[in-house]
């Protein structure tokens, strides 16, 4: 079979997006998915996205990680799936479309993409970590300097030890800097490696700075480039929750699925 893709990237953070409104790809053939995100035999990306359309919404977004399996909500690839939609005309000024972990709004001002995220209530600290679920579960953990961390080394250490082994977790460094800014960086499960950038990740990492006297608006620093992150805070509610940055296609392909041998 013939596949048209597009290829995007949002502060780095990259992904295949297909159309897929008639609904032809094999969603649960997750080998395919794993050699189209694979860098040296497929296409190359940290996930691969479906555009579907949904009933009541503008469109649906099924997202797999890298590793070919259905994830949980993916920032970056919101944002770039809601720059697909506006490219293919499904939406003009503001969006509203259903994820995973439920609905999402978004529009696009000035190039850059503004996606609602789910609320956050629950929030776990503990002696030196913050743990919580702002679409995908995150880690996170403040340091001192951030250019020093093995990303890959101690994330996996999170990542695979009793507590996450079985599910995973992603896990995120944060360095606070001046002017209400943090840098973060990510250890992805399901890619298992360090991205350049992670939305759902940021958004964590923000919230977390926010607790640590942090306001919104929070501005982060990803290796990949800048994002912000803006919220309303009450008591344990975390609603209105921003992710601002941009989302760019890249290029577009045709792939022919014979060339997968399994
Ligand atoms: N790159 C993502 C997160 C993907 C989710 C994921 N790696 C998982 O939790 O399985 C983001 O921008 O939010």
């Given amino acids: ?27 649960a053939n997750y080998q395919l ?39 949980s909500m993916c920032g970056n690839g919101g944002r770039c799936i809601v720059a697909f939609a506006k490219f293919l005309g499904i939406f003009d000024k503001q969006t509203s479309f259903i994820a995973v972990d439920g609905p999402h709004q978004a529009f696009v001002k000035e190039g850059l993409v503004h996606l609602k995220m789910g609320n956050v209530e629950e929030i776990e600290t503990g002696k030196d970590f913050f743990f919580m679920d ?13 250019e020093d961390i093995d990303v890959v080394k101690e994330g996996q250490k999170i990542r695979y030890n009793d507590r996450f082994a079985a599910e995973g977790t992603n896990v995120n460094f944060v360095q606070k800097s001046d002017n209400n800014s943090i840098k973060v960086r990510t250890y992805e499960r399901g890619v298992e490696d360090e991205t350049l950038s992670c939305g759902t990740g ?3 990492s923000a919230i977390a700075a926010n607790q640590q006297g942090m306001q919104s608006p929070i ?27 941009p989302a760019q296609q890249v290029f577009k392909g045709t792939i022919d699925t014979q060339l997968f041998k399994g």
Avoid at 234 to 243: A, F, G
């Fill in 1 to 27: 079979m013939l596949v048209n893709f597009y290829k995007y990237q949002g502060t780095g953070n990259d992904f295949v997006i297909i159309d897929d409104r008639e609904e032809q790809f094999d969603i």
């Fill in 33 to 71: 998915v794993n050699w189209l995100c694979h860098r040296r035999f497929g296409i190359g990306a940290d996930g691969l996205i479906l555009l579907r359309n949904a009933e009541g919404y503008d469109f649906r977004m099924v997202y797999f990680n890298a590793d070919g399996h259905e994830g």
């Fill in 134 to 146: 702002t679409g995908s579960p995150h880690y996170i953990q403040f340091v001192k300097n951030i």
């Fill in 202 to 204: 940021v958004t964590a």
């Fill in 219 to 245: 501005d982060v620093e990803a290796l990949g480039g800048n994002l912000q992150i803006a919220f309303q805070q009450t008591n344990h509610l975390y609603q209105d929750i921003y992710l601002t940055g």
